[in-house]
């Protein structure tokens, strides 16, 4: 069969015209209509039926290549938020600076976002054409345009030929990329931990010579993120990384500074990272289960646990206190919810033989 390419084409100032995207038809590609949500399928549909152009984006369009199940579908068109919410009465306009629409039906939550420029770099809030809005994205592999109507892959970036290839590349020149926003050197080691994708020599490079830029980042950018990490099922590959490209200093500095100095922590840590994992692929979902193999193998260096176990007199709801209070410390700047992990702390000691006996009277910690 004779390999038949298609390409969407625009015309520049001069009046030329330029090839913009390959497309890939529907026998081209390996997404099937049946796997995309219904509901998002309806969003599409009735912002075309509008007259707008709508999208499948970024992180749902690159689950379905590579044969995962999304977590959730993205949708991008060149209708404005005041635009987009005209159409859906189940919507809201969120975001003082990124301004996007939450359309909602029953439990599920769709972001429809307007194409955006890259003029003010790729952090601006300007919108622009599909072409722009693609320029804009961290990594080609989140960066394909699906039309659910033509059943085709729009794709500005080449990221369908670094998806074969296996490749992590990233958009924004590197000069720019983590300077705009550090947080993409850990969506970096995200996503090439996730899916296998290598990350270039240069690409890592530079990630090792930007991290400190994470200390810019706000504490709940930084626990949103690291709470991905430990729910991806890939908590041992990405903190593995993380600890090599210097990352890891700034998502968990003291893990990382007991990593450094002690083997034995670190191999300890990385190795609770391991069934973190599989507890995750089984399906477990209280926070305060997984945060535990966040601090066991810490709570383990806090004492002689066998001894104090054995000891005749021992004040629990103390302890208990001390390492929980410790434990906060210690996953800064990391901040999560406090029943759980009062819950992850307890079950430390419990792993430690010490036990509360009576719940009732556990003196609840100050904050
Ligand atoms: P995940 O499975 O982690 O949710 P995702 O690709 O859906 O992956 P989101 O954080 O939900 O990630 O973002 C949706 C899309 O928005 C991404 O696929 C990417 O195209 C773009 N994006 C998100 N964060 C950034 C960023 N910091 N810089 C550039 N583009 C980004
Ligand atoms: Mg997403």
């Known amino acids: 069969m004779l390999k038949r390419m298609l390409y969407r084409y625009s015309t520049d100032s001069n009046g030329k015209m330029r090839k913009t995207a390959t497309i890939y038809t529907n026998s081209e590609h390996s997404i099937k209509l049946k796997n995309i949500d219904n509901d998002a399928l309806r969003i599409v549909y009735q912002l075309h039926d ?123 020149p590197l000069e720019r990329i983590f300077a705009e926003d550090p947080v993409r050197m850990i969506r970096a080691v995200k996503y090439s931990s996730t899916t296998g994708f290598k990350m270039s020599v240069k690409l890592k490079r530079k990630i090792k010579k930007s991290a400190l830029l994470l200390l810019q980042v706000s504490a709940s950018r930084l626990t949103e993120e690291f709470f991905k990490i430990i729910n991806s099922g890939f908590a041992y590959k990405i903190i593995l990384t993380s600890f090599d490209l210097n990352l890891l200093e700034y998502i968990q500095p003291n893990a990382y500074k007991m990593m450094k100095k002690d083997k034995i922590f670190k191999q300890n840590y990385l190795n609770s990272m391991k069934k973190l994992d599989e507890l995750v692929i089984n399906n477990t979902t209280r926070l305060g289960e997984k945060l535990n193999f966040v601090i066991q193998d810490f709570v383990d260096t806090l004492d002689d646990w066998e001894s104090v176990k054995n000891q005749k007199s021992i004040n629990v709801s103390e302890i208990y206190k001390n390492v929980w209070s410790e434990c906060r410390s210690f996953v800064l700047p990391m901040n999560p919810q406090r029943t759980e992990l009062e819950f992850a702390v307890k079950l430390a000691l419990k792993n430690n033989g010490i036990v509360m006996k009576n719940r009732n009277k556990i003196n609840k910690p100050k904050v």
Do not use: W
């Open 50 to 172: 509008y007259g707008y152009q709508a999208y499948i984006v970024g992180g749902a369009v690159r689950d379905l290549l590579l044969n995962k199940k999304p977590k959730d579908f993205d949708i991008v068109t060149d209708a404005t938020p005041t635009q987009i919410k005209r159409i859906f009465r189940n919507s809201r306009i969120i975001g003082k600076r990124f301004r996007l629409v939450h359309v909602f039906f029953d439990q599920k939550i769709f972001e429809v976002s307007t194409f955006r420029s890259i003029l003010n770099g790729s952090v601006g809030n300007i919108f622009g054409t599909i072409e722009e809005d693609s320029q804009r994205r961290d990594f080609s592999l989140n960066a394909l345009y699906y039309d659910p109507i033509k059943e085709q892959i729009f794709d500005y970036v080449g990221a369908m030929q670094d998806i074969k290839n296996k490749k992590l590349v990233p958009i924004i």
